[in-house]
């Protein structure tokens, strides 16, 4: 399934954890940079973090230092650990194939949501 299927959103209090999970499934997963963007009540959506193929990484600064992203290429994974969370959070949560073919292609998303 090329479209990424996201899971893992949850409902938690501020300072709370969750770990999120995609999974894409095609052949040149390992060699696609991946990103994790949210979209929140009222805004556009935006990338939170990218991991690259040489695993090499990039993060908002807004989660910088809260939010780890990690993938798994055997299992075409990738993960989005993230820690200390703020009601700023709270947003639906897609990941994407950072790729030109993969441009318009995103899954359903997951819900985030961080109350007091």
């Known amino acids: 399934q090329v479209q990424p299927v996201e899971s893992g959103g949850g409902s938690v209090q501020t300072g709370g954890s969750l770990r999120l999970s995609c999974t894409v499934s095609i052949n040149t997963f390992k060699l696609k940079p991946i990103g994790w963007y949210r979209r929140a009540p009222g805004k556009e959506r935006e990338l939170v973090a990218r991991?690259?193929?040489?695993?090499?990484?990039n993060y908002a600064i807004s989660v910088e230092g809260r939010f780890t992203i990690s993938r798994d290429n055997a299992n075409n994974m990738v993960y989005l650990q993230m820690n200390n969370l703020k009601s700023e959070d709270t947003a639906v949560y897609y990941c994407?194939?950072?790729?030109?073919?993969?441009?318009?292609?995103w899954g359903q998303g997951t819900q985030v949501t961080v109350s007091s």
């Open positions: 991991i690259n193929a040489d695993y090499t990484k």
């Open positions: 994407k194939v950072e790729s030109y073919a993969y441009r318009n292609i």
